[in-house]
């Protein structure tokens, strides 16, 4: 079998998925420090708790949390121009750096809730700096045979922190250390995180030095000019994708608890359940479809969890098929997010390629600081049957994005042939 045009093979003729001069040590590095910025921000998820210890409310968080809507999308928008300016890893460095000294500052909040809105406002924007901006460091040390593998190792693995995060914080705020003590250890593990991350960019070549000034200059266009490029087809689509994900991640972890709280069930459920299958499915699932067309792989994922998401319709106080939509739901995102990240560098023009995951963040975080207002609301006003329609109709829309595709592309197999 032969290698496309540029691919990188290794000593057997086959492709590889690293790229020249970065070995595994740098993808421990890149991964460890995920691992540690997931768990410090899974174990920020107290935060409701402390707000109340403090004398707040719920409504009370829900302001700490939106405190970084503004500063988190400015700062995107900024990353989305100018995605080149610095390495990622050294934005990585330094948006974790910045989570942990709020982290940190969150133990200094004792005599009311209201300063922790300044605390949002650092904790906010610089998750949605990470989130954004890790793909983007994996990207400089994958290959496009290796990015959807590496891209669900890296998204398992801040999955696995996220959820072992809150069990984390959750048994040592009964200790001794309390809350205050807790997010100080959430600092400390930043801290560590950002050291991996140094340590990753150490041993991961530069690929700016590849290009020269010159050519660096040709290809970069404005953000106006790339965003007009991107909305349209074959990018702008699978960005819909995303945002439409973002979307149903929220909801679906950010509103579970009270969700589950009506129905009469625990809502740990949802989260072992669905944890252990989004790490499953980027383990094990993700390297097996590598050979796999991904457009294909992103169609039935999404389909499994369109089910997944119309099954929460009818569980009822059933717990068992509460844990098993909570694990379909696991299976179906977990596979199908990275897959569309992935692709979405595939189809993009060179032109664009550098600004594509930058803008995609954008995107997603976007849609993960805003649509909570509007989940809120349907909540309030009509109740969780109407909710899971609109969602039931976000992953219909991708349903029918990812199909077409696949329907377009054997059209054009069965013309070519």
């Known amino acids: 079998m032969g290698t496309k045009p540029g691919e990188v093979v290794d000593s057997h003729g086959r492709p590889d ?31 409701p708790l402390y707000v109340q210890d403090l004398g707040g409310s719920v409504a009370s968080f829900g302001l700490v949390l939106s405190a970084a809507v503004i500063p988190a999308v400015l700062s995107l928008i900024v990353l989305s121009s100018h995605p080149e300016a610095l390495r990622p890893q050294w934005v990585l460095v330094l948006a974790i750096t910045v989570f942990g000294a709020g982290a940190a500052a969150t133990s200094t909040v004792t005599g009311g809730w209201e300063p922790l809105a300044v605390v949002g406002l650092l904790l906010g924007t610089a998750w949605a700096v990470v989130y954004t901006v890790m793909p983007m460091v994996m990207n400089e040390m994958v290959t496009d045979s290796g990015r959807v593998t590496y891209f669900g190792y890296l998204t398992g693995t801040q999955q696995l922190g996220i959820g072992a995060g809150p069990v984390l914080a959750g048994w040592m705020s009964h200790t001794s250390l309390g809350f205050r003590g807790t997010f100080i250890v959430a600092g400390l593990v930043c801290a560590a995180a950002a050291v ?73 459920l949802f ?62 995102y977990g596979l199908a997010l990275p897959a ?52 039931i109709a976000f992953a219909i829309v991708q349903a029918l994005i990812s199909w077409r595709q696949v329907i377009s592309q054997g059209r054009h197999l069965a013309q070519g042939a």
């Open 196 to 268: 991996s991350t140094v340590v990753a960019a150490a041993l991961t070549p530069d690929r700016r030095r590849a290009t020269s000034p010159d050519r660096g200059g040709e290809r970069q266009l404005s953000l106006l000019r790339t965003s007009a490029t991107l909305v349209r087809p074959p990018v702008g689509p699978w960005l819909l994708v995303i945002a439409l994900f973002a979307c149903l991640f929220t909801t679906m972890t950010q509103f579970q608890t009270t969700f589950a709280n009506t129905q009469g069930l625990d809502y740990s």
């Open 17 to 47: 998925a690293l790229r020249p001069g970065v070995g595994a040590a740098a993808v421990v590095a890149v991964l460890l420090s995920a691992l540690g910025i997931s768990t410090s921000f899974g174990m920020l998820l107290l935060l």
């Open 271 to 332: 989260y072992v359940a669905y944890t252990i299958a989004v790490i499953a499915v980027r383990f094990l699932v993700a390297p097996w479809v590598r050979r796999f067309d991904q457009v294909r792989v992103i169609a039935i994922s999404i389909t499994v969890m369109l089910i997944a998401v119309a099954s929460f319709l009818v569980v009822g106080s059933n717990p068992l098929a509460y844990a098993t939509a909570s694990a379909a739901m696991g299976l179906g």
């Open 340 to 391: 569309t990240q992935a692709h979405v560098v595939a189809v993009s023009t060179d032109s664009v390629a550098p600004q594509v995951l930058p803008i995609a963040g954008l995107v997603f975080q976007t849609a993960i600081l805003a649509s909570p207002l509007a989940v809120g609301w349907i909540i309030v006003q009509f109740g969780y049957w109407l909710l899971f329609t609109v969602l």
